[in-house]
C-alpha cells in the first residue's frame, strides 16, 4: 500500500471542481435561441427541450457525482491520516530524526 | 404540421446557429472536463495504490467515460440544428423567388403557398381591350410554376423540421445514445437510505437487469443495506464490501505492525516510556526542540499502537461476519446487513428471504455486538429455519418454505447501558424498516410472505416497540422479556390473538418487568410453554430449557413452539407458562406495595 495524503486530497478537490464546474446552462440557452430563431409552429423546439431537459440532466448528475467522488476520496485521505498515512508520516519523521533528513539530530 | 408561408418567412434559419454554438460550448466544456480527469486518473494511480484506491479510480474512469460519452453526444444535436437551419434557408429562399416569380406575373401568393393567377381582362361593353391571351397564358403559367416552387419550399422546411426534431427525438430515446446514457445515469440516483422501502423495491424493479448488474458492480455500499431490495441483491453488494474491508483492514494491521517494529528498533529505551507529553517537553529552556521531536517520536509509538488496536477490533468484528457467512449450517446463508463501522451491525439470512412464505427475524438482547455475538445468533437462526424446513417435510399441511434472519441491526446496550429504553428507542425504527423491506422485496414479486419477528430478553423490548408501528408483522413471539414497552397488546400493530411468550424457568429477567408488564402476564397473549415435555409438532417429547439462554435450544419445547408460530402452525403451540422463585417474589412484593400503597413501577 502507497498512499500520498496530500496528493490524494489534491487530486480530489480538482475533481470535485471540475465536477462543480459542469455547467449544463448554455444547453437552455440552445433552447432560447431556438425558440427566437422560429417562432410559431416548429416541431424542433419540443424536441429540442426534451433533448436539452435530458441531456442536461446526464451533465448535471455527472457533476453531482465527481463532486461526491472528490468528497469522499477526501474523506478517504482524511481516514488515512489518522491510520496509516499517520503511521507513514512518523516513518518519515523518525528517518529524519535519524539523520536522513534536514533539521533534525539523531535521537 | 402545416407550414405556412407566413410562418417560413418569419423564421431566422441562421439564428439557428446561435443555438448550435449553446449546444458546442457546454460540449466543449465537457470535453474540457473529461480531459482534466484523465490527468487527475493517472495522478491518482500514482499517489493511492492500494485495493481502495483502485476502486476510486475505477467509480472516477466510469464517470470519465460517461462525460465523454455525453461530450460525443452533444456533436449530432449541434449538427442537427446547423443542418435544419441550412435547410430553413434553402427552403426560405426558394419561397422568396416563388413569391417574386407570382408578383413579376401579377399573382398573389396565398399563406398556403397557392398562387391566384391574374384574371383574364373583360372588356366593357362596347369597349375593346388591348391583351394578348399568349402573355396571360404565360402569366398563369408562372404562377403555376411559383405555386409549386412555393409547395416544395413548404415541403421541404416541413420535412428539415420533421427531421430534425426526429434525430434530436433518437438522441433522447431509450435506444439513442444520449438516451441510453441518460437512463443510465438517472438509474444511479439511488434511493436514499431512509427512503420507503415500498418505492425502493418498485424502483429495482423498474431497472432493466444489465442496469441493476451495473449499479450493483459500481454501488454496493449503497445497495448492501437499502431496505425493500431484494436480499440477494443485497447479499451480492455486502459480500463485496465485506471483502473490500477486510482487505483494507489486514493492509493497515500490516502496516501498523511494521511501523510498530521499525519504532522499536529505533527507539527501544524511549519507546514504551510513558508520562511524557509534547506539551511537557516543549517547556521553555527544558529540553528545547528536540525534547519535541523526541515526544513525536514517543507519541508516535502511542498512536500507532492505538490505531492497530482500532484496526483489529474493526477486523474482528468484520471476521466475525465473514466466518459465520461462510460456516456450513445446513441451509444457504446470506449477508442482508452489513456496517462496517465498529461496533458494526450486521444481518445473516439464512434460507431464500426474497421467496420463503414464512420468514422470521431473530432480534437479540443485550450484550449482542457483532464480534461476540454473530455466532451464537446465525446458530440459532439456522437452527429455526432447519426446523422449520422438517417440519414443512414432515407435515401433511404444507404451509411453504421458511426463511430466517440473524439480525444485529441495532446497537444493543453494553452491561448497566440496559437501564435504558434508549437503545431499543433507537433500534427500533431500525427494525421496522427491516420489516417493512423484506415485506417489500416479497411484494414487488407479487408475494405476501407470512413475517414473524423472535424478541429475545432486551431485543423483546426493540420489537414490542417497532410492533407499535405500521409494520406488517403477521405474529410476535417474546421471550425472556423484562417488558415490551407497552401495557396492552392493543398497543401492538399485531394481529389480535398473534402475541406470544416465553419464560423459562429460573430466567430472572423475564420476572423484572423492567419495561412493561411482563409479557407471559399481559391479556391477549398466548403464553408458550418452555419446561419440556410431549410436543404435537414434534410427536414426542422435548427438553426443558432453563435460565435466559436457552429458548432456542436443540429439541426444547420452546424451540419447537418458536417453530410453530414461524410456520404458522400456531394451533400447534403448547400453552401455558412455569411459575417460578421470581414469580412469586414478584407477586408478593405487588401484595407489598399495594399494601403499603408503594408505587412498585409496572406491578
Known amino acids: ?107 | 404540421m402545416t407550414m405556412r408561408v407566413s410562418t417560413l418567412l418569419g423564421w431566422r434559419p441562421s439564428d439557428l446557429g446561435g443555438s448550435a454554438a449553446g449546444v458546442q460550448r457546454v460540449r466543449a466544456a465537457v470535453e474540457e472536463a473529461e480531459s482534466g480527469l484523465g490527468i487527475q486518473i493517472r495522478r491518482l494511480e500514482e499517489v493511492w495504490v492500494s485495493e481502495a484506491g483502485a476502486v476510486a479510480a475505477g467509480a472516477v474512469k466510469r464517470l470519465r467515460r460517461r462525460l465523454a460519452e455525453v461530450a460525443e453526444n452533444l456533436g449530432p444535436a449541434r449538427r442537427t440544428l446547423l443542418a435544419a437551419g441550412d435547410a430553413f434557408a434553402a427552403a426560405q429562399g426558394l419561397l422568396v423567388r416563388a413569391g417574386d416569380l407570382a408578383a413579376d406575373n401579377d399573382g398573389v401568393m396565398r399563406d398556403d403557398g397557392s398562387v391566384v393567377p391574374p384574371a383574364a381582362p373583360v372588356a366593357a361593353p362596347g369597349g375593346t381591350i388591348a391583351w394578348s391571351p399568349t402573355a396571360h397564358a404565360a402569366q398563369v403559367s408562372a404562377c403555376a410554376d411559383a405555386a409549386t416552387m412555393a409547395r416544395e419550399a413548404l415541403d421541404a422546411a416541413t420535412e428539415a423540421d420533421r427531421d430534425a426534431a426526429r434525430a434530436l427525438r433518437a438522441l433522447t430515446a431509450g435506444d439513442g445514445p444520449i438516451g441510453k446514457l441518460v437512463t443510465a445515469i438517472e438509474s444511479r440516483a439511488l434511493p436514499s437510505a431512509g427512503a420507503d422501502p415500498v418505492e425502493v423495491a418498485a424502483w429495482w424493479a423498474s431497472l432493466s437487469p444489465a442496469e441493476q448488474d451495473q449499479l450493483i458492480a459500481d454501488c454496493p455500499r449503497r445497495l448492501g443495506n437499502l431496505d425493500g431490495l431484494p436480499a440477494a441483491v443485497r447479499d451480492v453488494a455486502n459480500r463485496r464490501v465485506l471483502a473490500d474491508a477486510l482487505l483494507e483492514e489486514r493492509a493497515k494491521i500490516a502496516a501498523l505492525e511494521a511501523l510498530l517494529a521499525r519504532l522499536m528498533l529505533a527507539m527501544p529505551e524511549s519507546f514504551d516510556s510513558p508520562g511524557l507529553s509534547g506539551g511537557d517537553l516543549a517547556l521553555p529552556g527544558v529540553v528545547g526542540v528536540e525534547g519535541i521531536a523526541l515526544a513525536g517520536e514517543r507519541n508516535a509509538g502511542a498512536v500507532a499502537r492505538q490505531a492497530l488496536a482500532e484496526a483489529k477490533e474493526r477486523l474482528a468484528m468484520l471476521a466475525a461476519v465473514d466466518r459465520q457467512l461462510n460456516k456450513p449450517r445446513g441451509v444457504p446463508a446470506s449477508l442482508f446487513l452489513l456496517d462496517t463501522t465498529v461496533p458494526g451491525r450486521a444481518a445473516i439470512g439464512y434460507g431464500d428471504l426474497d421467496a420463503a412464505a414464512n420468514v422470521a427475524v431473530l432480534v437479540p438482547g443485550m450484550n449482542s455486538r457483532v464480534t461476540n455475538y454473530m455466532g451464537a445468533i446465525s446458530a440459532n437462526a439456522a437452527r429455526v429455519a432447519r426446523l422449520a424446513l422438517d417440519i414443512e417435510d414432515n407435515n401433511p399441511v404444507k404451509t411453504g418454505a421458511t426463511a430466517t434472519l440473524a439480525w444485529i441491526g441495532y446497537g444493543a446496550p453494553v452491561g448497566a447501558e440496559v437501564a435504558t429504553t434508549a437503545f431499543a428507542e433507537a433500534g427500533a425504527p431500525r427494525l421496522a424498516s427491516t420489516l417493512n423491506g423484506l415485506q417489500a422485496a416479497q411484494g414487488a414479486l407479487g408475494q405476501d410472505p407470512h413475517l414473524t419477528v423472535l424478541g429475545h430478553s432486551y431485543g423483546s423490548l426493540v420489537s414490542g416497540l417497532a410492533a407499535t408501528g405500521d409494520v406488517p408483522v403477521d405474529d410476535l413471539v417474546l421471550f425472556g422479556s423484562p417488558g415490551a414497552g407497552v401495557r396492552t397488546t392493543e398497543a401492538f400493530s399485531v394481529p389480535a390473538g398473534h402475541v406470544y411468550a416465553g419464560e423459562a424457568r429460573g430466567d430472572f429477567v423475564a420476572d423484572l418487568d423492567a419495561f412493561g408488564p411482563d409479557p407471559v402476564r399481559l391479556p391477549g397473549v398466548t403464553p408458550f410453554q418452555t419446561d419440556g415435555g410431549f410436543h404435537p409438532l414434534a410427536d414426542g417429547d422435548t427438553l426443558a430449557s432453563a435460565g435466559h439462554s436457552e429458548y432456542y435450544a436443540e429439541d426444547s419445547e420452546s424451540l419447537w413452539n418458536i417453530a410453530a408460530v414461524v410456520t404458522d402452525r400456531s394451533e400447534k403451540v403448547t400453552v401455558g407458562s412455569p411459575k417460578d422463585a421470581g414469580d412469586w417474589m414478584r407477586t408478593a412484593l405487588g401484595v407489598v406495595g399495594v399494601q403499603k400503597g408503594l408505587n412498585l413501577g409496572w406491578y
Not at chain 1, 20 to 28: R, V
Not at chain 1, 36 to 55: F, K, R
Request: proline share 4%; charged share 20%; aromatic share 4%.
Open chain 1, 1 to 107: 500500500m502507497d498512499v500520498d495524503m496530500a496528493a490524494m486530497r489534491e487530486v480530489a478537490g480538482r475533481v470535485s471542481a471540475f465536477g462543480e464546474g459542469l455547467d449544463s446552462e448554455p444547453l437552455g440557452g440552445a433552447v432560447t435561441a431556438a425558440r427566437a430563431a422560429l417562432p410559431g409552429d416548429s416541431a424542433i423546439i419540443s424536441a429540442l427541450d426534451g433533448y436539452v431537459n435530458a441531456t442536461r440532466a446526464a451533465i448535471d448528475t455527472l457533476g453531482t457525482e465527481l463532486a461526491a467522488w472528490g468528497r469522499d476520496t477526501a474523506d478517504s485521505a482524511s481516514d488515512y491520516a489518522e491510520v496509516e498515512g499517520w503511521a507513514g508520516s512518523q516513518v518519515r519523521q523518525l528517518g529524519m530524526g535519524l539523520g536522513t533528513g534536514p533539521g533534525r539530530r539523531p535521537v
